[in-house]
């Protein structure tokens, strides 16, 4: 059992930044990978960025350059540094996590980002 709590989301200038963050906790698995997932209106979610425990990333190409995942293994944190955010980056945020191990995914609740024009 793994929970996922985000925390960072909120109301942001198109052009701004915003720092996301995720803390897990419960049965973490050393090998794992964490990520982003964002679902906006009308839309399916669809994955923003991921992280393995080694510390290879993954991002998707709308985000690429803009966005930055990292994670604190320590901490089983795992962060999202969004910078230069447009409009179309406004959605409901999920973390997520997979054990390797295991193959089970855990999922936030979500914290919601809105960039105004």
């Known amino acids: 059992q793994v929970q996922l709590v985000e925390s960072g989301g909120g109301l942001v200038q198109a052009g701004g930044s915003l720092r996301l963050s995720c803390a897990a906790s419960?049965?973490?698995?050393?090998?794992?990978?964490m990520g982003w997932y964002r679902q906006a209106p009308g839309k399916q979610r669809e994955l923003v960025a991921t992280?393995?425990?080694?510390?290879?990333?993954n991002y998707a190409d709308s985000v690429k350059g803009r966005f930055t995942i990292s994670r604190d293994n320590a901490k089983n944190t795992v962060y999202l540094q969004m910078n230069r955010l447009k409009s179309e980056d406004t959605a409901v945020y999920y973390c997520?996590?997979?054990?390797?191990?295991?193959?089970?995914?855990?999922w936030g609740n979500g914290t919601l980002v809105t960039v105004s024009p």
């Open positions: 997520s996590y997979r054990s390797l191990l295991r193959g089970i995914d855990y």
């Open positions: 419960g049965s973490i698995f050393s090998l794992n990978v």
């Open positions: 992280i393995i425990s080694g510390g290879r990333t």
